[in-house]
T-cell receptor, first 110, second 115 residues
Framework: GDSVTQMEGPVTLSEEAFLTINCTYT??????LFWYVQYPGEGLQLLLK?????DKGSNKGFEATYRKETTSFHLEKGSVQVSDSAVYFC?????????FGAGTILRVKS | DTAVSQTPKYLVTQMGNDKSIKCEQN?????MYWYKQDSKKFLKIMFS???????INETVPNRFSPKSPDKAHLNLHINSLELGDSAVYFC??????????????FGPGTRLTVL
């Protein structure tokens, strides 16, 4: 079945460091891909999305590119802030069903 | 505020009890979902309803029964609670049909603790 694998955390970075969180997927069709963010004590919020190959999703300084050839959708940010500390989920959507990765905890220290 | 809301936010109960979690959305969406997030943050879909009809039913014990009285509400009733049911339960909603993707909007979650 469809699945998403993302790098295990926690990832701990200093403020202004570069962030990469790896995500790869397995799917029978051509899913849409997403990154969701969960801040402490809150529900999930959509961070960015890409609906077809080579699309780049971006929001709040975060970017991810849909790479069909490597079945990847890695999340990047050039300079993280303390306020970016959260859990990040990679997900794919197929037939209105979201399949999530295990989540990666990001901790940013000042 | 337009949003997806859930009640209660916290629920602590004894094994064997029956409990319900309520979800309401005022976004005008016609599809609603329940997800379970375990202690390791792993998030998995349980159910989805479209216009009050069940469209997704993952492998969930039949102690869990969703009920959708109307398009804006999707409640989750759990019978004979077990320790393993302890988790955070998230409700979500979206539109459906037509678009390549219909963004799902999540509620704040209900933390269920079974003692």
């Amino acid at each position: 079945g469809d699945s998403v694998t993302q790098m295990e955390g926690p990832v701990t970075l200093s403020e202004e460091a570069f962030l990469t969180i790896n995500c790869t997927y397995t799917a029978t069709g051509y899913p849409s891909l997403f990154w969701y963010v969960q801040y402490p004590g809150e529900g999930l919020q959509l961070l960015l999305k890409a609906t077809k190959a080579d699309d780049k999703g971006s929001n709040k300084g975060f970017e991810a590119t849909y790479r069909k050839e490597t079945t990847s959708f890695h999340l990047e940010k050039g300079s993280v802030q303390v306020s970016d500390s959260a859990v990040y989920f990679c997900a794919l959507e197929y037939g209105n069903k979201l399949v999530f990765g295990a989540g990666t905890i990001l901790r940013v220290k000042s | 505020d337009t949003a997806v809301s859930q009640t209660p936010k916290y629920l602590v109960t004894q094994m064997g009890n029956d409990k319900s979690i309520k979800c309401e959305q005022n976004l005008g969406h016609d599809t609603m979902y329940w997800y379970k997030q375990d202690s390791k943050k792993f998030l998995k879909i349980m159910f989805s309803y479209n216009n009050k009809e069940l469209i997704i039913n993952e492998t969930v014990p039949n102690r869990f029964s969703p009920k959708s009285p109307d398009k804006a509400h999707l409640n989750l009733h759990i019978n004979s609670l077990e320790l393993g049911d302890s988790a955070v339960y998230f409700c979500a909603s979206s539109t459906s049909g037509g678009a390549i993707y219909n963004e799902q909007f999540f509620g704040p979650g209900t933390r269920l603790t079974v003692l």
